[in-house]
Nanobody
Framework: QVQLVESGGGSVQAGGSLSLSCSASGETFTNYAMGWFRQAPGKEREFVAGISLSGATTHYADSVKGRFTISRDNAKNTAFLQMNSLKPEDTAVYYC???????????????WGQGTQVTVSS
């Protein structure tokens, strides 16, 4: 099993930045692609970004391309999401997730964190 713990959420004004971290423990971190998802009130959870086992490949939702950057530090068993130029519509609970072997842009992930709130005010 893999345990995931997110941190770094908070409140920021539009145009600001936040950095999220996802610390993993349990099974070998490099066996898992990592993804970030978000869920706004009254909406379904949606894919935000994903990164491959080595970090060489990344995917982003169109809504965050050019503003968010996903990365990972395999030596520290940690994934990151750097969020710049934040907009009020980015307000949501953000979740990290781990999927064995490959990225998917849907909810088909094996393990999930508990989520961290990001609030962007106008």
């Amino acid at each position: 099993q893999v345990q995931l713990v997110e941190s770094g959420g908070g409140s920021v004004q539009a145009g600001g930045s936040l950095s999220l971290s996802c610390s993993a423990s349990g099974e070998t971190f490099t066996n898992y692609a990592m993804g970030w998802f978000r869920q706004a009130p009254g909406k379904e959870r949606e894919f935000v970004a994903g990164i491959s086992l080595s970090g060489a490949t990344t995917h982003y939702a169109d809504s965050v391309k050019g503003r968010f950057t996903i990365s990972r530090d395999n030596a520290k068993n940690t994934a990151f999401l750097q969020m710049n130029s934040l907009k009020p519509e980015d307000t949501a609970v953000y979740y990290c997730a781990a999927r064995r072997l490959s990225i998917r842009q849907n909810n088909d992930y094996d393990y999930w964190g508990q989520g961290t709130q990001v609030t962007v005010s106008s």
